[in-house]
């Protein structure tokens, strides 16, 4: 009766992934450029959501338009969805509106939204990867 109960549990926990409580989706982290008519965007946050489960990270530019991407449990198979959009701001004080900045490129509408952008990233294994993003004034 033991061996039969260690084998139920045995194979149970091969059947859903394994007894160690981790997820079999790897980690993964996109990284690149945004340019904007060829030259690098100074100012925005770029947003890549899995279609699949909707779970989305973004970033704040970085100077020469680099962003840097992460996905703790990502969705490999999968075209993640992008949008571009003004700069998140931090704000510490929950109580205190966050200022707007002034933007000094502006970004066409179509790109604030990941179903109207156009822009797509397929992600084909874990790990890190590189996608530089090209934005269009047309």
């Given at each position: 009766?033991?061996?039969?109960?260690?084998?139920?549990?045995?194979?149970?926990?091969?059947g859903?992934?394994g007894?160690?409580?981790?997820?079999?989706?790897p980690?993964?982290t996109?990284?690149?450029?945004?340019?904007y008519?060829?030259?690098?965007l100074?100012?925005?946050?770029?947003?890549?959501?899995?279609?699949?489960t909707?779970e989305?990270?973004?970033?704040?530019l970085?100077?020469?338009?680099?962003?840097?991407?992460?996905?703790?449990?990502?969705?490999?198979?999968?075209k993640?969805?992008?949008?571009?959009?003004r700069?998140?701001?931090?704000?510490?004080?929950?109580?205190?509106?966050?200022?707007?900045?002034?933007?000094?490129?502006?970004?066409p509408?179509?790109?604030?939204h990941?179903?109207?952008?156009?822009l797509?990233f397929?992600?084909?294994?874990?790990?890190?990867?590189?996608f530089?993003?090209?934005?269009s004034?047309s």
């Open positions: 009766m033991k061996t039969l109960l260690s084998l139920l549990l045995v194979v149970g926990c091969v859903m992934g007894c160690s409580g981790k997820s079999s989706r980690s993964a996109i990284e690149g450029v945004v340019r008519n060829g030259q690098p100074e100012q925005a946050s770029v947003h890549f959501t899995s279609p699949l909707g989305s990270a973004y970033a704040n970085e100077n020469g338009g680099k962003y840097v991407i992460e996905f703790p449990e990502a969705d490999v198979g999968q993640y969805e992008i949008a571009v959009r700069p998140y701001i931090e704000v510490e004080d929950a109580h205190s509106a966050p200022k707007i900045i002034p933007m000094k490129v502006a970004i509408s179509k790109y604030h990941r179903t109207t952008s156009g797509s397929q992600l084909e294994q874990g790990g890190m990867q590189t530089d993003i090209e934005l004034k």
